[in-house]
Structures are given as C-alpha cells and as structure tokens.
C-alpha cells in the first residue's frame, strides 16, 4: 500500500524563483538563503518519492476573487506554470498522478472534507519555489505531483485545526491506495510578512521560531492557535503557516527532524523550512 514517509515545510516567495530562474543564486544577498537549502538538495536526491502532495495557495492564477474554494485537489495528468505577469516561470510541467488524486479526493471527501475537484489549472509560484529549491533545475521534475490549494488568500480561511486534520484525512487516504507509492508531503507558504499597509515588511522571528519549535513537538496544540494571532504577531499573510499544519497532520505524532533552517529576510519575508521523517 501507499505510505507517507516524509514532509517538507518552505516558503515560497515569488523572489526567490527570480532568483533561481535569473542565475542570481550566488550573489550576496541571496547566497544565504539557498545555502540553506543545499542539504535538503542532497537529502532529496537519497529520498526521491514517487508522488508529492503539494500543498499550497493560488496567487490568483489558476482562481480569482469570483471563485476561491477552501481546499482543492487537482486530478489532472499535466499542469503547466502560470503566466503571474511576467511570462511562466522556466521550469518544467508538473506531472500530475490522476488515479491517487481521485481515489483522496474519493477518500477524503467522504470522510467528510469538501474538497474542490479541479481537473486542469496552471500553477504558479506557490507551487514551482518549493520544487525548484529542493529539487534544483531539472529538465524534468523527478517525481509526480498532486497539487493540494488551500484558501488563504480571502478571509476567512480555513482554521489551524481543520487543516490539521485534513491532513490526517490525506494520510488515510493515502494508506488505503492499493499501489506501494512512496509519497511524501510539502506545506508550503509563510513565515510572519506583510506585504501591505502601515506594518509592510513585518517579520517575527520570535513568533516563528516557536511556531516551528511546536509545528515539530506539539503540532496539535499549535492547531489550536486562533487566526488573530497569526494576524497581529506575523502580518497579514502569516496566516499561510496553517497549510503547514495540513502537512503535519499527514505524520506520525512523532517523527524526526532532519533538517531546519531559518532566514530573514528573502525580499520582505522571513523563510523558514524543515524536514520530518515519520520515525
């Protein structure tokens, strides 16, 4: 049967792919950044999966203000970049894996989580930035992708809580494929940012610190944490942190860090990235 045997946490900030697609990795400002992800470069490469559940947040692309659903799953076999105002991104499409995509939404909608079913959509940044900073420039990605979106983009977003256990709802589904798949999870987006209004340029390194201290130890009580205060501690956008929370509730309570980095600041953002093993 098909098994989830790790998660990925990242932000995904549109500047880094500038970065990466513009060949500016190694210029001072940005050689910190990608530093630390060349361990997680590495570890990749030994712990390839055959399937990634992406989760992540559209950036009004592939959805508008006219229909943004809480969660989708995209079922579709291909998945080409978006154009986000300045022509796709150089990177290869990402290769879909249908038959897993429909048997979770199958699962998982049944067990009483409405996803959004989404056969074709172009996928922008939020999903491209993690693949490209853990699997670096590849003429093709080396493992399929179901893209899991999540509304944190409209209020109100879904709670900490409801995506925790949508990510246990993901594993189950996942269990109960009758395929010996590898997969593994990413929740991506975040830290603390704010990227309009009087408190543009907000980072909290305190706050998310501790978020990830607790996303690894105690992540069900950090499901608990009410949206205010991922609003008045880490801006307007840390609320992408709780697709981080979707990922965690796909692992074992306890599982083993192999990798942390934190970094501030990638344009106005702080970044932050784990990697878990289920132990």
């Not at 697609?21 to 570890?43: A, I, R, V």
Request: aromatic share 10%; charged share 20%; hydrophobic share 40%.
């Amino acid at each position: 049967m098909a098994r989830i045997s790790a998660s990925v946490y990242s932000s995904h900030v549109p500047a880094i792919g500038a970065a990466i697609d513009h060949g500016k990795t190694g210029d001072d400002y940005w050689k910190p950044l990608f530093d630390g992800f060349e361990y997680s470069k590495q570890w990749m490469a030994e712990h390839t999966p055959d399937v990634v559940l992406l989760v992540y947040n559209d950036h009004a692309t592939a959805f508008d203000a006219n229909f943004v659903p809480t969660f989708a799953i995209a079922t579709g076999e291909e998945f080409q970049p978006a154009d986000e105002g300045w022509g796709p991104r150089p990177v290869p499409p990402v290769k879909g894996h249908p038959r897993l995509a429909s048997h979770i939404a199958q699962s998982v909608i049944q067990d009483d989580f409405d996803l959004t079913v989404v056969n074709n959509l172009d996928v922008d940044h939020g999903l491209t930035v993690p693949l490209s900073l853990m699997f670096g420039e590849p003429e093709a990605w080396p493992c399929l992708v179901i893209p899991i979106a999540v509304n944190v983009v409209l209020y109100p977003p879904p709670s900490g809580a409801r995506c925790y256990a949508l990510g246990k709802a993901l594993r189950k589904a996942v269990e109960s494929f009758d395929e010996d798949l590898n997969v593994q999870i990413w929740g991506t987006g975040g830290m603390s940012h704010q990227l309009q209004g009087p408190r543009a340029g907000l980072i909290n390194k305190e706050f998310d610190n501790d978020f990830l201290d607790r996303l690894v130890t105690d992540p069900e009580g950090l499901s608990k944490k009410p949206h205010i205060d991922y609003v008045r501690l880490a801006g307007s956008e840390g609320i992408e942190l709780v697709m981080w929370l979707i990922a965690r509730g796909a692992m074992n309570d306890e599982v083993v860090q192999k990798h942390r980095f934190y970094h501030v600041p990638a344009s106005n953002t702080a970044v932050g990235h784990l990697i878990l093993e289920n132990s």
